[in-house]
């Protein structure tokens, strides 16, 4: 059972920047991909950014070029930086792990789920 626990989440103004870190219990955590996916208030949960267990990643388009996913496995810790943050991206993040080995934004492909963060831009 792999345990993941969100931090960094806050305000922010538009066009400003936040970090986000999801730390692992697992000290296996490079044998899974990840994935930080957000959910704002009636919406679908979608994934953002994805990082496969070999460093490849993937981004929704609505994020690429503004975050940067990265992971360090030797911290069991996934990263996400926001820049250029907008309204829209308010939202509650979640980060999740799969057994997967490619960088995937589908929900369905992820058995182990943070708690949530919450960021706010205005």
């Not at 870190?21 to 930080?36: A, F, H, M, P, V």
């Not at 926001?82 to 308010?90: R, T, V």
Request: glycine share 14%.
């Amino acid at each position: 059972h792999v345990q993941l626990v969100e931090s960094g989440g806050g305000s922010a103004q538009a066009g400003g920047s936040l970090g986000l870190s999801c730390d692992s219990s697992k000290n296996t955590y490079g044998s899974y991909s990840l994935t930080w996916f957000r959910q704002a208030p009636g919406v679908e949960r979608e994934g953002v950014a994805a990082i496969g267990r070999y460093g490849t990643t993937r981004y929704a388009d609505s994020v690429k070029g503004r975050f940067t996913i990265s992971r360090a496995n030797a911290k069991n810790t996934l990263y996400l930086q926001m820049n250029s943050l907008k309204p829209q991206d308010s939202a509650t993040y979640y980060c999740a792990a799969g057994t997967g080995y490619y960088p995937s934004l589908v929900k369905g492909d992820f058995g182990y789920w943070g708690q949530g963060t919450q960021v706010t831009v205005s």
